[in-house]
């Protein structure tokens, strides 16, 4: 991973000068004033760990996986949200870790924290580094220290149950060699999120994952049926059947707990066979409205297909959609729909054509293979677009949130409303201009789905506080039109506090009663999730 940006520095994109050009035309985007800070310029903290500290977690690990060079320290400073980026790019690597251990087993993962509570050690679970959300950023006031717990070595595919269709894998796969593991038995998870290159099992489990294929193969808490997590207190063994009337399904606790409850170490996992045939289309709908009731329509009455996502007004003019015709239809007009089927021929072929009918009788417009193809090809991406976007000097950013279908449209307003004034130009005579909103809806349910936005801006002066600004008045914008803070980015520090008015006084009580007999120390992410 790049430690300034994402994913691999080879595939980083430069944007065209008629890109650039239209940035500056259309938002008023000017070139940063300073280059970013190069790795050597990243500011880091002196280790704050004593001698005796890290003695004792060499001997919990090993030597040689207890590290606290400067490249692994700063390689796991802080995740991949744009606020973390512009501070890494400012050479700001004030909230690195002291030391980074690498831990081989369950075991060794119980005696770290044994060791980090005795010695009063904060302890930041790290598994891709791919948060958005602020969930790796640990509150380290009144702790002797902080570590980052990386799982790269627990990466075993330790069984597979084809009866059950059950597989046990470690947290610290990446979601791509998972895949690969699973392939040699014919079999896939189908969880493909935008950070699949690079996110592990145990992120996906512990933020509540939920992938692009999501409307097929579910949301990756739906495949959990089975986990083991190391606490300061002991071992948790969670799962023992598909469904359980056993008192409240404790599973629940760890999944979404963003490791303030627990250290993941291994997980069972539903698996469904690969599938034969892939494919992918485009349809069109007139506006974002009628799409949406397409969508309802399918996700309540079906047929479901595997990839259901549509893009609004603004982000199918963008970049969704090719522009000129395809299949003798104006793309570049309307919605976008993409719409993938994953399974057998037969099965494939059954529910396009059940879908083709219901969405052409709601006014939809096929596009054919084309947009459906290039979706696919280029689904990992966008990171990789947002980055070139920072240079440039625009604030780039994402947020996501759900709520049930009656409320999407208010919601989807406010979010837009929202992020137009709070990142707009505060002189309106201004160079700067309106931003740029975009937004596409995904993981369907029969009850609702999820709004995925984007936003393009121009850069202040400060961009950090202009989108910490932002954040916070969205964050109050989506609770007041009752969506959730999150489907699945997760909480974080950024949304904690918005959390709380999600889940009320009493809410927060419970989690803190929980934090409280799992970790009594604290020990474990200080900061994140617990308001």
């Given at each position: 991973?790049?430690?300034?940006?994402?994913?691999?520095?080879?595939?980083?994109?430069?944007?065209?000068?008629?890109?650039?050009?239209?940035?500056?035309?259309?938002?008023?985007?000017?070139?940063?004033?300073?280059?970013?800070?190069?790795f050597g310029e990243v500011r880091l903290g002196p280790v704050a760990l004593s001698p005796l500290v890290l003695?004792?977690?060499?001997?919990?690990?090993?030597?040689?996986?207890?590290?606290?060079?400067?490249?692994?320290?700063?390689?796991?400073?802080?995740?991949?949200?744009?606020?973390?980026?512009?501070?890494?790019?400012?050479?700001?690597?004030?909230?690195?870790?002291?030391?980074?251990?690498?831990?081989?087993?369950?075991?060794?993962?119980?005696?770290?924290?044994?060791?980090?509570?005795?010695?009063?050690?904060?302890?930041?679970?790290?598994?891709?580094?791919?948060?958005?959300?602020?969930?790796?950023?640990?509150?380290?006031?009144?702790?002797?220290?902080?570590?980052?717990?990386?799982?790269?070595?627990?990466?075993?595919?330790?069984?597979?149950?084809?009866?059950?269709?059950?597989?046990?894998?470690?947290?610290?796969?990446?979601?791509?060699?998972?895949?690969?593991?699973?392939?040699?038995?014919?079999?896939?998870?189908?969880?493909?999120?935008?950070?699949?290159?690079?996110?592990?099992?145990?992120?996906?489990?512990?933020?509540?994952?939920?992938?692009?294929?999501?409307?097929?193969?579910?949301?990756?808490?739906?495949?959990?049926?089975?986990?083991?997590?190391?606490?300061?207190?002991?071992?948790?063994?969670?799962?023992?059947?598909?469904?359980?009337?056993?008192?409240?399904?404790?599973?629940?606790?760890?999944?979404?707990?963003?490791?303030?409850?627990?250290?993941?170490?291994?997980?069972?996992?539903?698996?469904?066979?690969?599938?034969?045939?892939?494919?992918?289309?485009?349809?069109?709908?007139?506006?974002?409205?009628?799409?949406?009731?397409?969508?309802?329509?399918?996700?309540?009455?079906?047929?479901?297909?595997?990839?259901?996502?549509?893009?609004?007004?603004?982000?199918?003019?963008?970049?969704?959609?090719?522009?000129?015709?395809?299949?003798?239809?104006?793309?570049?007009?309307?919605?976008?729909?993409?719409?993938?089927?994953?399974?057998?021929?037969?099965?494939?072929?059954?529910?396009?054509?059940?879908?083709?009918?219901?969405?052409?009788?709601?006014?939809g417009v096929y596009l054919g293979p084309e947009p459906g193809e290039a979706w696919a090809h280029g689904r990992?991406?966008?990171?990789?677009?947002?980055?070139?976007?920072?240079?440039?000097?625009?604030?780039?950013?994402?947020?996501?949130?759900?709520?049930?279908?009656?409320?999407?449209?208010?919601?989807?307003?406010?979010?837009?409303?929202?992020?137009?004034?709070?990142?707009?130009?505060?002189?309106?005579?201004?160079?700067?201009?309106?931003?740029?909103?975009?937004?596409?809806?995904?993981?369907?349910y029969a009850t609702g789905a999820s709004l995925y936005f984007t936003v393009v801006a121009a850069q202040s002066?400060?961009?950090?506080?202009?989108?910490?600004?932002?954040?916070?008045?969205?964050?109050?914008?989506?609770?007041?039109?009752?969506?959730?803070?999150?489907?699945?980015?997760?909480?974080?520090?950024?949304?904690?506090?918005?959390?709380?008015?999600?889940?009320?006084?009493?809410?927060?009580?419970?989690?803190?009663?929980?934090?409280?007999?799992?970790?009594?120390?604290?020990?474990?992410?200080?900061?994140?999730?617990?308001?």
């Amino acid at each position: 991973m790049l430690w300034s940006g994402w994913g691999d520095p080879a595939k980083a994109t430069e944007l065209p000068q008629s890109v650039r050009k239209l940035l500056r035309e259309l938002l008023g985007v000017r070139e940063p004033a300073a280059p970013p800070a190069s790795f050597g310029e990243v500011r880091l903290g002196p280790v704050a760990l004593s001698p005796l500290v890290l003695a004792d977690l060499r001997k919990a690990v090993g030597a040689d996986h207890v590290r606290f060079d400067d490249d692994t320290r700063i390689r796991h400073t802080r995740g991949k949200s744009t606020p973390d980026l512009l501070r890494m790019r400012a050479g700001d690597g004030s909230q690195a870790p002291d030391a980074v251990l690498l831990p081989g087993s369950h075991e060794e993962v119980l005696e770290v924290l044994r060791v980090c509570e005795r010695h009063q050690v904060a302890v930041v679970p790290f598994g891709g580094g791919t948060s958005v959300v602020g969930g790796l950023a640990a509150d380290r006031r009144g702790f002797a220290g902080v570590v980052a717990l990386d799982l790269a070595r627990l990466d075993r595919l330790v069984s597979v149950d084809t009866e059950s269709m059950i597989a046990e894998l470690e947290p610290g796969l990446r979601a791509p060699q998972a895949e690969q593991l699973l392939a040699g038995h014919g079999l896939t998870l189908g969880h493909f999120p935008q950070s699949y290159e690079y996110a592990t099992l145990g992120g996906f489990a512990a933020a509540r994952s939920s992938g692009q294929a999501s409307a097929g193969y579910g949301r990756f808490d739906d495949m959990v049926v089975g986990v083991t997590v190391a606490t300061p207190r002991g071992t948790l063994e969670f799962g023992r059947a598909p469904k359980s009337a056993a008192g409240p399904d404790l599973r629940q606790l760890v999944l979404g707990s963003e490791g303030a409850f627990g250290v993941i170490t291994s997980l069972r996992l539903r698996v469904r066979r690969a599938p034969v045939a892939k494919v992918y289309e485009g349809w069109r709908f007139a506006s974002f409205k009628a799409g949406t009731a397409a969508l309802r329509r399918l996700a309540q009455d079906g047929p479901t297909p595997t990839v259901l996502r549509l893009s609004d007004e603004t982000e199918t003019m963008v970049g969704l959609a090719k522009p000129g015709e395809i299949g003798g239809v104006q793309a570049d007009a309307g919605c976008l729909a993409i719409l993938g089927y994953e399974g057998e021929d037969d099965d494939v072929a059954h529910r396009r054509e059940r879908t083709a009918g219901t969405l052409s009788s709601l006014g939809g417009v096929y596009l054919g293979p084309e947009p459906g193809e290039a979706w696919a090809h280029g689904r990992f991406a966008a990171p990789y677009l947002r980055d070139a976007l920072l240079s440039a000097g625009a604030t780039v950013e994402t947020l996501e949130t759900a709520c049930f279908w009656s409320g999407i449209p208010r919601l989807y307003d406010a979010v837009r409303l929202v992020l137009s004034v709070a990142l707009g130009p505060a002189d309106p005579a201004g160079e700067a201009a309106a931003p740029l909103v975009m937004c596409h809806l995904s993981h369907v349910y029969a009850t609702g789905a999820s709004l995925y936005f984007t936003v393009v801006a121009a850069q202040s002066d400060d961009p950090v506080g202009q989108w910490a600004t932002a954040k916070r008045a969205v964050n109050e914008a989506i609770v007041l039109a009752g969506g959730t803070i999150s489907h699945h980015h997760g909480v974080g520090t950024d949304h904690r506090a918005a959390y709380a008015e999600e889940i009320g006084e009493l809410g927060v009580e419970i989690l803190r009663a929980v934090k409280q007999r799992l970790d009594p120390a604290g020990i474990l992410n200080p900061g994140i999730l617990i308001p």
